[in-house]
């Protein structure tokens, strides 16, 4: 099994099987983000207490979750990496890393354009909040950690690290609208047993969230055939990956 | 929903277009900064590749 596994994430392996999924991603990212779109922006009713600025959720809630979702990854392919010396965890993480920073910043301008007129402002020092801006910190961090090196491997070993030590800040930005008083509301969607939605909200919501979810892949995908290609370039395979 | 009422989104027009624009933003960025990372990869391996070449010539 452990043969399998490491073919299976050998860099040619990868850099053609990422090749071959991205347009499959892509395509699919598209039909459920316009799905989305359209159930939420038209067909949605407006919801009774903020009226259509509720609308904002079909950007804010799939970013704020890929946020997440990327940090983990990143921080998973990581620890994969160090733990087995799988180097191509190091490739992923280093992929991950900017498209789950911008997906952070998206989350944070769209919560602070729905906080103005729910809240009266547009930044507070709020649990929910600053953990997220601390996550955009950590992908900074992250990233600038990874280029700081002279040596390659060595910046792969420590941005690696420093994702693990980093995911302690993904249940707290989780759980900190129920460990600490928030401004920010509740769990509607992600709550075991009934989600606090009305269907005609909630489809487009979950398409959306599909939706970044492919679009994650497909852009990761493309990230990571650039990432291989990086470090490998020296190596045979290459010479009839790129001449194919 | 009539398209006044759509474009108006019943007064909250300044805060729900831009978050839609801006993630409009997001998705293109990543969209081409990736492919443009794929692609100067690419170039940087076929530019060794004609260097390696060179060298045993």
Redesign the interface.
Known sequence: MWTWFYKLASPPHVYAAAGALTPWFAVSAAAAIGYGLVGGLVFAPPDYQQGDAFRIIYVHVPSAWMSLFGYTSMAVAGAIALIWRIKIGHAVAAATAPIGASFTVLALVTGSLWGRPMWGTYWAWDPRLTSELILLFLYAGVMSLRSAFEDPARGDRAAALLGIVGLVNVPIIHYSVVWWNSLHQAATVAKFGKPDMVGSMLWPLLSMFLGFMLFHGAVLCMRLQGEVLNRERQAKWVREAITA | ?TPNG?WS????AR??W???A??AF??A???W???R??????T???R??AM?AGGHA
């Open positions: 929903m759509f989104m019943g007064g909250y805060f729900v831009p978050c839609f801006l993630a997001v998705l960025w990543n969209v900064s990736a492919s990372y794929r692609a100067a990869a690419r940087r391996a076929r060794a590749l390696a």
